[in-house]
């Protein structure tokens, strides 16, 4: 396929993508304009033209929707998420997948991930149905680069091809928007400084390299006019190409680099690659093999719903109830704001200054013009309002279809029903709700597992040369986590290992360069040479991710504490440390750190006592407070 052929194949792509998802786009924006309450019209907002009758008096603004969104958002912020990376072969090492893990949450933090970008794209999952995530490497933070996330606009991603997978490995690929300036667009593509040049801006209509009729009114898809910029499209798309492999000595097949491979026969197979194209029109200003290994589109989904390839959004279900509530709200207040006003209808024409004459009767009421009788000057409104119960009842109607349909009732919202008290009376009323909702939080940790599978994969591609990273944390000279001691145990054996005739000062010297614990931070050596080995080599090795995730909101954490306690009073010896670690108190790990050391030096001086007094001096090695036997029953533990 020449050039000029592909360029407009891609175009027409794009286009046809866009014209599929049109009509469900008009939905996306009623949808955020409901969270937001942007729009005038019908969202608890006065139409402009009632504004105006009622002088821009204080609008009605219900905010159902924007409750139940903060909800579902809230419970993921409250939702504690633990991603950790687990060995998948024989070349992985159980030591690097807890450095992988540990350097995950290292380009989670550089990305402000969590807070900003995971967060905003998993909102406009609940809004719209789809949110975006991308996982790159890049050069806008750090001049020689660094693994990069952020939140992509929902408006500016296209769906190429159906699919059924929640991954897009079945699709065609991906298309996303990137308006630009000329001059940003010419700094970005300086080989194709021609073809953008040659695309007028102050024209009507933007000249297409071709004159085929697929193109039609296209100049929308080449400059955007009210941005006043072009639209640049990044085409992401899967290509079977064929490729050559050699079989390795454990029978595993190698992909061949080299042409000329000699004696050796090649197996010949098609793989699959990540082919990304850059268009301006019927132009492609770039071409080229994705740049990752993992063989991946690097826009991570977060999908709400997906039926039969359809992909929806929770507010699309909420839109209609929502409106509702909003009319018959509006009818209401406007009927009682004519009746007790005492407004009258006023001939166009009748009074020469209405300002004069609304002074003259006091502020009582409003005068509005209308095209009356000539024999009637003025009218006093008289409205029936028989009808407001009726408007009220069907507005609570509407509120309650919202929460069934929805799923999300006065429990979930925060509300204390009358009659439950307890928290666990309250979380058993949260629970139908958070079943329904599962879907929406099934979907949500899968694409943190990709997320996360895709960070490690530009780990092992990218973080290929020694280095040290600091990671921050709960750490501290005086106190380490009990997996903290095992990974140094590991690593002095590892180095130990490598030279045997090295001494214990010098292993001890050359672990703290693969691992060195400050207060408040670990330092982590990746890929260090330490005689013939290369420690901690993150590029080694198949890993993938395991997900546990459980709600943190304050009444399952209270909810969790009790069990504990409970478990205490039936004799069964919990550590101090997990009971601490329960509390929603701050410095947990200090006071765990100062309880820890306070017990152990009250061991040894029990030690010191006994001597003296002829005893034998007890066996026993003092105990962390890890596993400290705590017998008190309902005393509560002792620390």
Not at 206 to 219: C, R
Request: hydrophobic share 35%; aromatic share 8%.
């Amino acid at each position: 396929m020449d050039g000029d052929m592909n360029a407009e194949t891609l175009f027409k792509e794009f286009r046809e993508a866009k014209q599929a998802e049109e009509k469900q786009r008009e939905v996306w924006n009623d949808c955020f304009n409901m969270v937001n309450n942007w729009t005038d019209d019908e969202l608890g907002q006065w139409k402009s033209d009632w504004r105006e009758l009622m002088k821009d008096r204080p609008t009605l603004s219900l905010n159902y929707i924007r409750k139940f969104v903060n909800r579902i958002c809230g419970t993921q912020r409250m939702t504690k998420m633990d991603e950790k990376v687990i060995p998948r072969d024989d070349d992985s090492d159980p030591i690097v997948a807890e450095i992988l893990t540990d350097l995950r949450k290292y380009v989670y933090d550089f990305n402000d991930a969590e807070t900003v970008h995971i967060a905003k794209a998993f909102r406009d999952m609940i809004i719209c149905g789809r949110g975006w995530v991308k996982v790159e490497w890049t050069d806008e933070r750090e001049a020689l680069g660094e693994i990069g996330i952020k939140r992509i606009d929902p408006f500016n991603v296209y769906l190429k091809g159906k699919g059924q997978q929640y991954d897009l490995l079945d699709r065609k690929g991906i298309c996303e928007v990137l308006p630009m300036t000329k001059e940003e667009a010419i700094a970005m593509f300086p080989e194709s400084e021609d073809d953008i040049e040659a695309i007028p801006t102050d024209s009507e209509e933007p000249k297409m390299a071709s004159g085929d009729d697929y193109l039609g009114d296209a100049e929308d898809d080449v400059f955007d006019r009210q941005q006043n910029k072009y639209v640049i499209v990044r085409h992401q798309q899967y290509e079977w190409v064929d490729a050559r492999f050699i079989q390795g000595e454990g029978g595993e097949l190698i992909q061949a680099e080299a042409e000329d491979l000699g004696p050796v026969k090649p197996v010949k197979k098609k793989i699959r690659k990540v082919r990304v194209y850059y268009t301006l029109g019927n132009k492609v200003l770039r071409e080229e093999d994705s740049p990752y290994k993992h063989g991946r589109l690097d826009l991570i989904p977060f999908f709400a719903y997906t039926d039969n390839g359809m992909i929806t959004g929770t507010v699309q279900d909420l839109i209609d109830p929502q409106k509702e509530i909003n009319k018959r709200r509006s009818e209401a207040l406007y009927l009682f704001a004519i009746a007790s006003k005492g407004n009258s209808f006023v001939k166009k024409g009748a009074i020469d200054d209405m300002d004069e004459a609304q002074k003259r009767l006091g502020g009582w009421g409003q005068l509005i013009e209308v095209n009356g009788q000539p024999s009637e000057v003025t009218q006093q409104i008289r409205t029936d309002l028989s009808a407001v119960p009726a408007l009220l009842g069907m507005e609570e109607r509407s509120a309650n279809d919202m929460k069934e349909i929805s799923g999300l009732h006065d429990a979930s919202l925060g509300q204390i029903p009358q009659g439950a008290k307890s928290g666990r009376a309250i979380q058993e009323l949260q629970q139908p709700g958070e079943t329904m909702i599962s879907e929406l939080f099934d979907n949500y940790v899968f694409s943190r597992k990709m997320l996360a599978q895709m960070v490690v994969g530009l780990i092992q591609q990218f973080y290929n040369e020694p280095k040290r990273i600091r990671i921050a944390g709960d750490y501290s000279n005086k106190f380490l986590p009990p997996q903290m001691i095992d990974m140094r145990q590991q690593l002095e054996a590892q180095v130990a290992m490598t030279n045997p005739f090295l001494p214990p000062e010098m292993v001890a010297m050359q672990t703290n360069q693969l691992l060195d614990v400050l207060p408040g931070m670990k330092i982590l050596g990746i890929n260090i040479q330490i005689g013939n080995a290369r420690l901690n080599d993150v590029t080694v090795g198949r890993y993938d991710i395991l997900i546990d995730h459980v709600a943190q909101n304050p009444t399952t954490r209270r909810a969790q504490y009790y069990d504990l306690l409970n478990l205490v009073s039936m004799g069964i010896p919990v550590p101090p440390r997990h009971l601490i670690e329960a509390m929603d108190i701050r410095n947990k790990e200090t006071i765990i750190a100062s309880i820890e050391q306070m017990m152990q030096m009250q061991a040894m001086a029990g030690m010191a006592q006994a001597q003296p007094q002829g005893g034998t001096p007890s066996m026993q090695t003092p105990q962390p407070m890890d596993i400290a036997l705590n017998v008190n029953g309902s005393q509560g533990p002792q620390l």
